[in-house]
């Protein structure tokens, strides 16, 4: 029956504990925070500088010329360009993150802080605002946190026992090596998995109900364990914390079975269970055979198979330093009448290189005479415990060094004695508080700086429960004003673990809360309007939603965008067009109630939330909104004045919505508005529209086959067409891979229907690339027929593929696995391609041609042709669109466009193949003006790939034009 007990703390724990606390003091005195705030106005290139900003910079203010440049010489210079970088970003506008830098001060110290920049325009040109804080003391901390935990993880990794942490949640948060080895499971199989996941074999039995116990009662508990799915006996020790379960478990598999060899030898069985540590030994003094446990050799690697081993095989492992003071010490023991004995020594451990510090306790057994006949005794390895001690020692050695450092931080630090007398004031104090050291020293100090002494009292009940406090709290100067300081308390103990002092870091946050104030501004405002922006908006509707239950009261979103505005920025430049959202943005505060919302979403989208009225029917609720949206309508409708642009108009377009439930979600409100707001422009423009469910209804069948979309491609039901590619003379010279969807409930869907859908959505890229492999390796499959082998494939590429940063790469690595020729393989781009990036749509198909790839210019003339672009275009081939191939017979313009382009082709070396050639006379036509190649339902319509080779080794090379 289990029995509650509590596990003595260890002098390992206790090493640690004393560690972590020095350490934890050690970072107090080193996260010293502070800000600083800088403003710089441009074009001119005026900067202004907090105080705080010259202390953390180590720049003197009579060395300060009042320009941008001063703050880029004390930046570190490997930081400089980025930086640099960082702040053109903000001058042009873009919402930049915190970033982090180093500066270097005038005697050379580095030192690290944390930025936040924005800019404001206004109509004097840009204010640039900037929030640096001196990180340093943060970043040192950090490292020493590192070192702990990576000591730490250390220590567990080379326990010998196995460990594991489970959370509240009873998944695994961490595993040792041991434990690994042990549970025969692989490290990444056994991270964030549940306990019962791993061994659904325990769930109802002893170990579960111990282990919830543990955990539910704050139990320590120790006891052996057998897991039948590994076959072994393990001995589990459970420590409960507020994270969950530390759970150490030994294989005592050997141990157990060696209990039931010995049941018949009640002695030894009784001896050896005095012993509690890991490794056991039994000495028969009177013959001087020696027997040791297994785990001798799994805590120090030495073998213990010689179970006649002499006590001298021992006695030479000793530490040569050790080795006389312990046989000196044991042979007093032998000859006392002691019948316990414990000592600490080195023992070399079985690589016969490095010693572990041991200790050992040993209980002795004696004759009638009083002589020692055996020992029987337990060795545990401290080496943690004793190197814990000695960084311990470095630790203490380092706070004392930098003491010397707590008169120079501008910080206010001060030490009280248990009586809350004041010991140590440092120059931050003084400045602090306004009294110089020798007027404090001795004195209380609750007189000093508490204006209630009530508060004091309480403070320092705190810190001696619980060791420390922080916070915030409002303090008094010398001159009696009171200020407001952050303040982190610690409760210092001596070397024996008794309270000894108190040690105090305390800032003035004065600044620090001003800074809070304009980052809330920043992140909830419209910096330009100062308007509410979209992160406010979307809370206040959430609270919204969540406040209002009742269906029947009914709320609004007006969404409005204002018509033709990039025409007015593009025309009068964007600093008119700021002047002409603050303006609107007046005129609908004055439209609506002090209780509703108008928001800026960004650009040129305004919100507005119109709150419910109660005992309000949607007819009603209807008319109101509408009522509000035509006097919007009528205030935005007056002429607005811009600078020197007078009477300028404007109107917006207007999409409503209604809501009345928490069940509807933001985003389904935001959407509706903005359906109907394009609705609105597709009405004509400066008007209002409500939504319309069947606007919804085509959104949603557009997110269906979106969706359609994606599981095709996951379970390929996509498939490849093949059109053969004729010569003039009737010869298959290629062919063009057309990519087709047959769906199993849709039917065959047009790519018309689909191929644009996956260019908006992105997934025209695993598409496209779909369609690149599948298509190099039908390459590769026909190098091995005869009639196929030189066949050439042609694949269209669109606009987001030939974009995308890794096309090439892609390419290139499908080629090279798939062995498919590169000749062979020809990409298909059309002119509205090339013509967003030339330069770089000119870079990448050089690299892929000079892998011999091959390029055609799909519906050449039918968009953007320009031979000045042409001429550098490394292609192969031009493709007359069979927009004009269509009318070739009966319409001169497109007879006239298709000569020229075979003669255009011709004259710079370019080959020509002409698509959707249907009929004999169209064919004719080309023939007779120099077309070589065709492509069309003359010839053959798409095939599907055995339909098409078996189509090519019917034809052959026989003359099929005909």
């Not at 085509?698 to 010569?727: G, I, N, T, Y």
Request: charged share 25%; aromatic share 8%.
């Amino acid at each position: 029956m289990e029995q509650r007990f509590s596990i003595p703390r260890s002098p390992l724990a206790s090493a640690f504990a004393e560690q972590e606390r020095m350490a934890e003091l050690l970072q107090a005195v080193q996260q010293i925070a502070h800000i600083g705030f800088w403003e710089m106005r441009q074009p001119q290139d005026e900067v202004r500088w907090s105080d705080g900003l010259f202390g953390i910079l180590g720049v003197e203010r009579n060395g300060f010329d009042g320009r941008s440049e001063s703050y880029m010489r004390v930046i570190h210079p490997e930081d400089r360009q980025r930086i640099e970088d960082l702040l053109d970003r903000t001058r042009r506008g873009e919402m930049v993150p915190p970033f982090e830098h180093r500066v270097v001060h005038h005697d050379g110290e580095v030192r690290h802080v944390r930025c936040i920049s924005r800019m404001i325009p206004n109509d004097d040109g840009n204010l640039f605002y900037g929030i640096v804080q001196d990180i340093t003391d943060q970043k040192h901390a950090e490292e020493n946190l590192q070192r702990l935990a990576a000591r730490l993880s250390t220590t567990l990794e080379s326990i010998t026992d196995g460990f594991f942490t489970i959370g509240t949640d009873w998944t695994l948060t961490y595993v040792n090596g041991e434990a690994v080895r042990m549970l025969r499971i692989p490290h990444g199989q056994l991270l964030g998995r549940t306990l019962w996941e791993l061994f659904p074999e325990a769930q109802g039995m002893g170990f579960e109900q111990r282990l919830r116990r543990a955990a539910t009662e704050r139990l320590a508990m120790s006891f052996d364990e057998y897991a039948a799915a590994l076959g072994v006996w393990f001995e589990v020790r459970v420590y409960p914390s507020d994270e969950g379960l530390a759970v150490y478990f030994t294989d005592i598999t050997e141990r157990r079975r060696a209990e039931e060899e010995l049941r018949a030898s009640e002695e030894r069985f009784k001896y050896v269970t005095r012993a509690t540590s890991d490794a056991v030994w039994d000495w028969d003094v009177t013959n001087d055979h020696v027997w040791r446990s297994e785990q001798m050799y799994r805590m120090f690697g030495i073998a213990v198979s010689d179970v006649e081993d002499p006590v001298g095989s021992w006695e030479h492992r000793v530490h040569p330093d050790d080795r006389e003071r312990v046989m000196q010490e044991l042979g007093a023991a032998l000859a006392s009448s002691l019948t316990t004995w414990t000592y600490e020594y080195r023992l070399l451990r079985g690589d016969n290189t490095t010693y572990a510090d041991v200790l050992t306790h040993c209980h002795m057994i004696r004759d009638g005479a009083g002589k020692t006949t055996r020992m029987v005794g337990a060795i545990v390895d401290i080496s943690e415990r004793k190197r814990a001690e000695r960084l311990q020692k470095i630790a203490e050695d380092q706070v004392r060094k930098q003491a010397s450092l707590l008169e120079k931080t501008t910080d206010a630090i001060i030490v009280c004695d248990l009586d809350d007398c004041v010991t140590f004031w440092n120059h931050g104090a003084e400045n602090l508080y306004g009294w110089r050291a020798g007027e404090v020293i001795g004195r209380k100090i609750s007189d000093l700086i508490h204006p209630d002494p009530r508060d004091a009292s309480a403070l320092h009940d705190a810190i001696r429960a619980h060791g420390e406090w922080r916070g915030e709290s409002r303090e008094r100067h010398k001159d009696g004003e009171i200020i407001t300081v952050e303040s982190h308390w610690t409760l210092v103990r001596d070397a024996d673990g008794n309270p000894d002092s108190i040690f105090a870091i305390k800032t003035d946050v004065t600044q620090r809360k001003d800074s809070e104030q304009k980052i809330r501004r920043l992140a909830f405002y419209d910096a330009l309007t100062g308007l509410p922006n979209r992160v406010l908006l979307t809370e206040r509707l959430r609270q919204l939603l969540v406040s209002d239950s009742q269906a029947t009261r009914h709320s609004a979103i007006l969404l409005l965008d204002l018509d033709d505005f990039k025409t007015l920025n593009d025309t009068y430049g964007h600093e008119t067009g700021d002047k002409l959202l603050q303006q609107v943005a007046q005129r609908l505060v004055s439209c609506v109630g002090s209780v509703d919302t108008v928001a800026r979403l960004g650009g040129d989208e305004f919100v507005v939330l119109v709150v419910p009225v109660a005992d309000e029917n949607r007819t009603e609720a209807i008319d109101r909104v509408r009522r509000l949206a035509d006097k919007i309508l009528l205030a935005l409708r007056q002429p607005f004045v811009l600078g020197n642009h007078h009477n300028y108009f404007v109107t917006p377009s207007i999409g409503i919505t209604l809501f009345s439930h928490a069940q509807e979600t933001i985003e389904d409100i935001l959407k509706r508005a903005d359906l109907a707001m394009y609705q609105a422009k597709a009405s004509g423009r400066n008007t209002m529209r409500f939504f319309d469910p069947e606007m919804e209804a085509v959104v949603a069948a557009r997110v269906a086959l979106e969706s359609d979309m994606r599981e095709a491609l996951l379970a390929q039901q996509f498939a490849l067409h093949f059109q053969p590619q004729l010569s003039a003379e009737g010869v298959l010279i290629g062919t063009e891979a057309l990519l087709r969807w047959p769906h199993p409930v849709r039917g065959m869907v047009p790519p018309l229907s689909f191929i644009p859908l996956a260019e908006s959505t992105g997934l025209i890229l695993p598409l496209g690339q779909w369609v690149l492999h599948t298509a190099c390796t039908v390459l590769k499959r026909w190098s091995g027929i005869p009639g196929l082998e030189r066949l050439s494939i042609a694949v269209n590429v669109s606009a987001v593929q030939l974009r995308s940063a890794g096309f090439v790469e892609q390419v290139l690595s499908i080629l090279e696995q798939s062995g498919a020729d590169p000749t062979l393989l020809k990409i298909e781009l059309t002119e509205s391609v090339l013509v967003d990036n030339i330069e770089d749509s000119i870079a990448k198909m050089m690299v892929l041609k000079s892998k011999g790839v091959g390029f055609s210019l799909d519906d050449f003339g039918t968009g953007y042709s320009s031979l000045s672009y042409l001429k550098r275009l490394p292609l192969d081939q031009l493709k007359i669109d069979r927009s004009f191939v269509r009318d070739i017979q009966t319409d001169p313009n497109d007879a006239a466009i298709a000569r020229t382009i075979i003669t255009l082709g011709q004259s710079i070396g370019l080959s020509v193949i002409a698509e959707g050639v249907e009929n004999e006379g169209q064919r004719d036509f080309l023939c007779e003006h120099g077309c070589p190649a065709f492509q069309g339902f003359l010839f053959s319509r798409p095939l599907p790939l055995e339909e098409f080779e078996q189509f090519s080794l019917r034809v052959g090379g026989r003359d099929c034009t005909h």
